[in-house]
Structures are given as structure tokens and as C-alpha cells.
């Protein structure tokens, strides 16, 4: 039996199916819209100038360092590749990952941690950040080497095909602010440290 209500009566206008017997049938037909046609799009010959474009370029640790320069965000390098930001209340680290670091990984880390016998709540409170949020997708980590549970929201973009400067600098920036929301978030209205 189908999980939405059947009702006696036509389908779509069309007379009921029957069988011969006191049982109805009815058929309902439905069609695959047409693919719309991709807008086109006129760039002005002036734009198209590369004097007047930024150019787009592979993403290195060391764009990104001047990125959160930029950013005013204050970072250390950890000579593996790796460039951690530190706050009050967290660390954001911001890497490239990937078979040939093309992937843009920032991932957030409160400082506190949340005890063993508190994992289901942690489970569910991570659980309604993904349920309500777009960017930054939290877990619970791995327990530390004293038994306690680290907390995480993560966020990667693929840049295979490279960026202009401005768009990273945007990118790290949202990233640096949902980081910040999320450990916020964590120690007020998810009441979980």
C-alpha cells in the first residue's frame, strides 16, 4: 500500500481504471519537466581585459598566510603544512589537503572539551548544529588522551581550479566567523560546554 491516502474518484481527469470487480485502480502519470536552457550570459568587452581582472591562481599555505594577513587574523605556522589561528575560546586550523592539496580545509576546535558520560548529548547537540546550519560541519572527535571528547566544525572547498585573492580572502574570512558562531553557539544556546 502506498504511503500517501488514496481517494475514490478520477485521476487527473481521466475515468477511473477497473477490473471488473468492486476494486478501483487509477493511474497517475508523471512527466520530467524539460531541462531549462542555460541563460546566456554577455560579459562586456572592458571586463574581459586582463589588465582589469584579477588573476586566478593555485592556492598555497602561502596565499592563505596572506590572506589572513589581510584578515588581521594572527596565525602560527606549524611547518607541516598546517597554520593555526587561536582565540579566547578556540583554534581554527586552516590547511590544504587532498591527493595534491587542492581541498581548502579550515577546521574549528574549542578549547574545552566534553566528558565521556556526556557523548549523547554531544551527539545530539552536534546533530542539531548540522540539522539547522549550512557551513561548518561539526563532530565529536576521537577521545583525548585523558578520555575526554573533543568537538569540531569543519569546512572544505575544493580548489582544484584555483581562486582569485579576493574570493579567498572572503572564503577564510566566512570561515573564521561560522568557526567563531559555532563555539559560541556551543557554550550558550547548545549548553554543551
Not at 50 to 74: F, H, N, P, W, Y
Not at 135 to 141: E, S, T, W
Not at 170 to 181: F, I, N, R, W
Request: charged share 25%; aromatic share 8%; net charge negative.
Amino acid at each position: 500500500m502506498p504511503w500517501w491516502s488514496w481517494r475514490p474518484g478520477s485521476a487527473a481527469g481521466n475515468p477511473p481504471d477497473t477490473d471488473g470487480d468492486s476494486s478501483v485502480r487509477s493511474t497517475v502519470r508523471v512527466g520530467v519537466p524539460a531541462q531549462r536552457e542555460p541563460s546566456r550570459v554577455t560579459i562586456p568587452a572592458e571586463a574581459t581585459k586582463t589588465e582589469e581582472c584579477e588573476q586566478i591562481s593555485q592556492v598555497t599555505l602561502a596565499r592563505i598566510g596572506k590572506a589572513l594577513d589581510l584578515l588581521d587574523i594572527r596565525f602560527l605556522a606549524d611547518g607541516g603544512g598546517s597554520l593555526l589561528a587561536m582565540w579566547e575560546r578556540h583554534a581554527v586550523l586552516f590547511t590544504l589537503e587532498g591527493p595534491d592539496d587542492e581541498i581548502l580545509v579550515m577546521r574549528a576546535r574549542p578549547h574545552s572539551t566534553v566528558p565521556p558520560d556526556w557523548a549523547d548529548r554531544a551527539y545530539r547537540v552536534v546533530n542539531e548544529w548540522n540539522h539547522t546550519r549550512r557551513f561548518c560541519k561539526a563532530y565529536v572527535g576521537d577521545p583525548t588522551e585523558r578520555g575526554q571528547l573533543p568537538i569540531y566544525a569543519e569546512l572544505q572547498v575544493p580548489l582544484a581550479a584555483g581562486t582569485h585573492d579576493a574570493l579567498l580572502v572572503e572564503m577564510l574570512d566566512c570561515g573564521a566567523a561560522v568557526a567563531t558562531s559555532f563555539v559560541d553557539w556551543l557554550h550558550d544556546e547548545g549548553a554543551l560546554l
